[in-house]
């Protein structure tokens, strides 16, 4: 296992700004290979997707090939990968399609630990469909979210199950393909919120047993817009609303309008790129993104210890990571200074950690903190452990000013 932090650094250009980022969960930053593929993109030929001119082969060459890429991300079929504008508009597509089959008695349930883009539109849906949302909290003083949280919500007449991988706002990981497991033995769908851990793990769709699941490129270097993974005969059976002559073919039927070309290209390379995370590996995508992973947990594990200890030995400050399971994402408030000071005197000395709930808006409330949140550490692969004691000494001058 190979991790040469030194010239994965090397590799992003807004590093060479002298900023700590640690606002990875928001946006992570974007390699040289990223920028080149989308600006190559542009400067071919593009049209509309077709196999005649040069301009509508470039186009449908860039689909086919970030599908697949895509699929051997996120352990799926590239006939099962749906692109949108983002990770929250698929959801809201798909709520509003799987609500179709819903009735007054159905019952959806959502979690108090998710983003809300995995609660509101499935609460809305629920709501104009006549259905009932049953809550699965979490326990605020672990932030675990159970198996048995979700089990004492379910019912015959459950339709629909919604949760997340990670949370974005304190990084706990739920034991999500129990979770899924649970949905089906009540014959339920599993829709799973990947935003979060599909910048921190590997992805295996049938090992979750996720029906659905969605993510956001952006999130592991790539461009802005998002992904929605599912079983193409899942699709088959959905009937969404769509133009009329627009085609009814799986998965193009989900996708309105024209493609973001120049955008699917950037996130074939980003994920070409953590493909090789782990420089020593070889082999086919998939098993180079598995030892990636492998690598990449292994260096955030690292910084994350190093950051535990540091925020252990400081006074006054409250960690609300606690989960077992988690991502190296860190939630932290002060006795007696909003965390937004914090993130403001941060910025000031260049180190990025920025305050908030996040749109966990739920999730905050549980954890005591109203609509303000807190300080929010995300690692990044490219974090270093020297912007980890850059961190600490700027909220170790914060806490004594």
């Known amino acids: 296992m190979t991790y040469d932090i030194t010239a994965l650094r090397a590799e992003f250009p807004a590093l060479s700004a002298g900023i700590a980022h640690f606002d990875g969960p928001g946006g992570t930053q974007v390699p040289q290979p990223v920028i080149r593929a989308i600006a190559d993109a542009m400067g071919q030929p593009l049209s509309i997707r077709g196999r005649m001119t040069p301009g509508e082969r470039n186009a449908d060459a860039i689909v086919t090939r970030t599908r697949q890429a895509l699929a051997d991300l996120l352990g799926a079929q590239p006939t099962g990968i749906v692109f949108g504008r983002s990770a929250t508009q698929l959801t809201y597509e798909f709520s509003r399609t799987l609500a179709k089959a819903w009735s007054p008695g159905d019952e959806v349930v959502v979690t108090r630990l998710d983003h809300d883009a995995n609660i509101r539109p499935w609460v809305q849906a629920a709501e104009q469909a006549g259905a009932t949302v049953r809550w699965a909290d979490f326990d605020p003083a672990t932030g675990e979210l159970t198996a048995d949280d979700i089990r004492a919500v379910l019912s015959s007449r459950t339709r629909l199950v919604a949760v997340t991988a990670a949370s974005n706002l304190i990084g706990t990981r739920p034991p999500v393909a129990e979770i899924c497991g649970l949905a089906h033995e009540v014959g339920a769908l599993a829709y799973v919120d990947g935003v979060h851990h599909a910048a921190h793990g590997l992805v295996d769709l049938d090992e979750l047993g996720a029906d659905f699941f969605v993510c956001s490129p952006y999130k592991f270097f790539g461009p802005h817009h998002g992904v929605l993974a599912a079983r193409p005969e899942l699709l088959e059976t959905l009937s969404p609303d769509k133009l009329l002559p627009s085609t009814?073919?799986?998965?193009?039927?989900?996708?309105?309008?024209?493609?973001?070309?120049?955008?699917?290209?950037?996130?074939?390379?980003?994920?070409?790129?953590?493909?090789?995370?782990?420089?020593?590996?070889?082999g086919p995508r998939r098993q180079r993104l598995a030892a990636a992973f492998t690598a990449l947990e292994a260096h955030e594990q690292t910084l994350r210890t190093q950051l535990d200890k540091g925020l252990a030995a400081l006074p006054g400050v409250q960690v609300h990571s606690r989960a077992a399971d988690r991502t190296p994402t860190v939630l932290l408030t002060f006795e007696s200074r909003p965390a937004a000071e914090a993130y403001s005197f941060l910025a000031e000395r260049d180190v990025h950690a920025p305050a908030g709930s996040f749109y966990a808006i739920e999730a905050s409330r549980r954890l005591g903190l109203g609509d303000t949140g807190g300080l929010r550490i995300g690692l990044a692969p490219y974090n270093s452990a020297e912007d980890i004691e850059r961190l600490l000494t700027g909220l170790a001058e914060f806490l004594t000013r």
């Open 248 to 282: 009814d073919v799986v998965p193009e039927r989900f996708e309105l309008g024209t493609l973001p070309y120049e955008f699917l290209v950037g996130t074939e390379a980003a994920v070409d790129f953590l493909a090789g995370l782990d420089t020593g590996a070889t």
